[in-house]
C-alpha cells in the first residue's frame, strides 16, 4: 500500500508541473480512482461508478430478460388470413387412382377417363358427397375420384413468419424440435428445467465455438446447440450484383428465408430446401416466372416419383427451381425437397403478393457445404 501511495504522489506532482493549473474541483476528479459499482442492476443510467464484475452480470441479464420480453412486438406474425384458400388435398393410394369424368361414373366405378401416376402422389379437391357411407371427390379439374383413392389427408402447415419493425441487431429465428435448454455451452451439461417447443421465436445474445459445434445463448445461462435452431441473419449490406436494396436471401445452411426492401428487412420465415440429393443451387438469380397454381411433377415412372397437384404461390428463381407453398410435408427448418423452397401457405401467399418479376433471389450456405458445380444442377427440378 505505501509504494501505490508515493506512486500516486509522485504522478500527481508531476501533472502539475507539466499541466496547466486547473480547478480544485478537476484535480480531485482526475485523481479519484473509479469504484465499482454495488451488485445491482444499472438500465437506463450513468452511475458514478464502474458497472463491472457482478452488476455487469446482473445489468446484462436484466438487458436480455427485457429484450425477450419486447420479441412480440418486435417480430410481430404476419395476418393469419394469409395463405388461405378453398382447396383441399390427399395422398392417393397407389392401388386406385382412377379418374372419373362424372359423379355418377365414381359412384358406378366406371367409365374411367384416366388415372393419375404411380409414386408420391397428391390430388387437390374443392369438395366431396357422401354416399352409403362412401366419399367422392371432385377435384379441382371437374373429374371425379373415390373415396378408396385416399390414402392420407393432407394438413398443410399454418407456421406463420415475422415482419421485424426494424431492422434485426442480432441472430434470430426458430427452434425447430423440442429441446431442454442448458446451464453452459457443450455437450451433456446440466439442464435448466426449462422446455423450448417447435417454432418458438428466440434471438442469440451470444455465441461460443466449441470444436466443430457452435452453442447460442438464447437466455441468460440458456444455452441451445446449432442443429437444434434456424437462425436469420441480417444483411448489413445487399448482396455483390443487388443496387435496388430489394431481394429475397435464402440461407441454405439455417433453413431461413428474408425479405428486404430498402436494404431492410421486412420478412424472415422458416422454409425447406432441397435434400442432398436435390440441392438447392447457391447463386445470385432473378424470379422469372410467376403463378399462382401449377402442378409439379418429377422422375415419372421411377421409384422416387411424384406428382403434386395445385402447387400454390409459385415463382421460379432457377430454372425448374422456386418458391413455393408446401401441403406434403412440415419438414420446416429441415433439407427434404427436390431443390425448391418450400414454405407454409401463409408465408408463401405473403412472398407472392410481395414479389414481382425479375426481383432477385440470392441463395447461400453459411457453411460452405453446399457445391456449386454447374453440372451438379443441370436437371430440370420440380418441387
Same mark, same amino acid.
Given at each position: 500500500?505505501?509504494?501505490?501511495?508515493?506512486?500516486? @504522489?509522485?504522478?500527481?506532482?508531476?501533472?502539475?508541473?507539466?499541466?496547466?493549473?486547473?480547478?480544485?474541483?478537476?484535480?480531485?476528479?482526475?485523481?479519484?480512482?473509479?469504484?465499482?459499482?454495488?451488485? +445491482?442492476?444499472?438500465?437506463?443510467?450513468?452511475?458514478?461508478?464502474?458497472?463491472? +464484475?457482478?452488476?455487469?452480470?446482473?445489468?446484462?441479464?436484466?438487458?436480455?430478460? $427485457?429484450?425477450?420480453?419486447?420479441?412480440? /412486438? =418486435?417480430?410481430?406474425?404476419? /395476418?393469419?388470413?394469409? +395463405?388461405?384458400?378453398?382447396?383441399? *388435398?390427399?395422398?392417393?393410394?397407389?392401388? #386406385? @387412382?382412377?379418374?372419373?369424368?362424372?359423379?355418377?361414373?365414381?359412384?358406378?366405378?366406371?367409365?374411367?377417363?384416366?388415372?393419375?401416376?404411380?409414386?408420391?402422389?397428391?390430388?387437390?379437391?374443392?369438395?366431396?358427397?357422401? @354416399?352409403?357411407?362412401?366419399? *367422392?371427390?371432385?377435384?379441382?379439374? !371437374? #373429374?371425379?375420384? =373415390?373415396?378408396?383413392?385416399?390414402?392420407?389427408?393432407?394438413?398443410?402447415? =399454418?407456421?406463420?413468419?415475422?415482419?421485424?419493425?426494424?431492422?434485426?441487431?442480432?441472430?434470430?429465428?426458430?427452434?425447430?424440435?423440442?429441446?431442454?435448454?442448458?446451464?453452459?455451452?457443450?455437450?451433456?451439461?446440466?439442464?435448466?428445467?426449462?422446455?423450448?417447443? =417447435?417454432?418458438?421465436?428466440?434471438?442469440?445474445?451470444?455465441?461460443?465455438?466449441? !470444436?466443430?459445434?457452435?452453442? *447460442?445463448?438464447?437466455? &441468460? /445461462?440458456?444455452?441451445?446447440? #446449432?442443429?437444434?435452431?434456424?437462425?436469420?441473419?441480417?444483411?448489413?449490406?445487399? &448482396?455483390?450484383g443487388v443496387t435496388n436494396g430489394r431481394w429475397i436471401e435464402i440461407n441454405i445452411w439455417e433453413q431461413t428465408l428474408s425479405v428486404y426492401e430498402n436494404n431492410r428487412m421486412i420478412f424472415a420465415t422458416l422454409i425447406t430446401t432441397g435434400?442432398?440429393?436435390?440441392?438447392?443451387?447457391?447463386?445470385?438469380?432473378?424470379?422469372?416466372?410467376?403463378?399462382?397454381?401449377?402442378?409439379?411433377?418429377?422422375?415419372l415412372g421411377k421409384e422416387d416419383a411424384y406428382y403434386l397437384m395445385d402447387v400454390l404461390w409459385t415463382q421460379y428463381f432457377d430454372d425448374g427451381r422456386g418458391l413455393h407453398a408446401e401441403y406434403w410435408h412440415d419438414h420446416l427448418g *429441415?433439407?427434404?425437397?427436390?431443390?425448391?423452397?418450400?414454405?407454409?401457405?401463409?408465408? $408463401?401467399?405473403?412472398?407472392? #403478393?410481395?414479389?414481382?418479376?425479375? /426481383?432477385?433471389?440470392?441463395?447461400?450456405?453459411?457453411? +460452405?457445404?453446399? &457445391?456449386?458445380?454447374?453440372?451438379?444442377?443441370?436437371?430440370?427440378?420440380?418441387?
Open positions: 500500500m505505501r509504494k501505490i501511495l508515493i506512486s500516486l @504522489s509522485f504522478a500527481f506532482l508531476l501533472a502539475l508541473l507539466v499541466a496547466p493549473l486547473a480547478s480544485a474541483d478537476a484535480i480531485v476528479e482526475a485523481s479519484t480512482p473509479d469504484t465499482l459499482c454495488m451488485p +445491482g442492476v444499472y438500465l437506463n443510467e450513468s452511475p458514478e461508478c464502474s458497472v463491472m +464484475g457482478p452488476a455487469a452480470y446482473l445489468t446484462r441479464q436484466a438487458e436480455i430478460y $427485457a429484450d425477450i420480453a419486447t420479441q412480440a /412486438d =418486435r417480430f410481430p406474425y404476419i /395476418d393469419e388470413s394469409y +395463405g388461405e384458400t378453398d382447396l383441399y *388435398y390427399f395422398r392417393v393410394s397407389h392401388d #386406385n @387412382s382412377a379418374i372419373f369424368p362424372t359423379y355418377d361414373n365414381a359412384v358406378r366405378n366406371s367409365g374411367a377417363v384416366g388415372s393419375l401416376p404411380n409414386g408420391y402422389t397428391f390430388a387437390s379437391y374443392t369438395k366431396f358427397v357422401e @354416399s352409403d357411407g362412401s366419399r *367422392y371427390f371432385q377435384l379441382t379439374t !371437374g #373429374n371425379w375420384m =373415390r373415396g378408396s383413392s385416399v390414402s392420407a389427408y393432407a394438413h398443410p402447415s =399454418r407456421f406463420l413468419g415475422v415482419q421485424p419493425t426494424e431492422q434485426p441487431t442480432r441472430k434470430f429465428g426458430w427452434v425447430i424440435r423440442e429441446i431442454p435448454t442448458q446451464t453452459k455451452p457443450g455437450f451433456y451439461q446440466p439442464l435448466t428445467g426449462n422446455t423450448l417447443y =417447435r417454432y418458438s421465436i428466440i434471438e442469440v445474445f451470444d455465441e461460443i465455438k466449441i !470444436g466443430s459445434s457452435t452453442w *447460442y445463448m438464447v437466455a &441468460p /445461462d440458456e444455452w441451445v446447440h #446449432n442443429t437444434q435452431v434456424g437462425l436469420v441473419y441480417p444483411a448489413e449490406e445487399p &448482396p455483390e435434400s442432398k440429393e436435390s440441392y438447392t443451387r447457391p447463386g445470385l438469380f432473378k424470379i422469372h416466372e410467376r403463378l399462382e397454381t401449377t402442378n409439379m411433377a418429377g422422375f *429441415y433439407r427434404s425437397s427436390h431443390g425448391c423452397v418450400n414454405m407454409s401457405f401463409p408465408d $408463401a401467399e405473403w412472398v407472392f #403478393n410481395w414479389a414481382q418479376m425479375g /426481383d432477385w433471389v440470392y441463395a447461400w450456405d453459411a457453411s +460452405g457445404q453446399t &457445391p456449386v458445380d454447374p453440372k451438379l444442377f443441370t436437371q430440370f427440378l420440380d418441387d
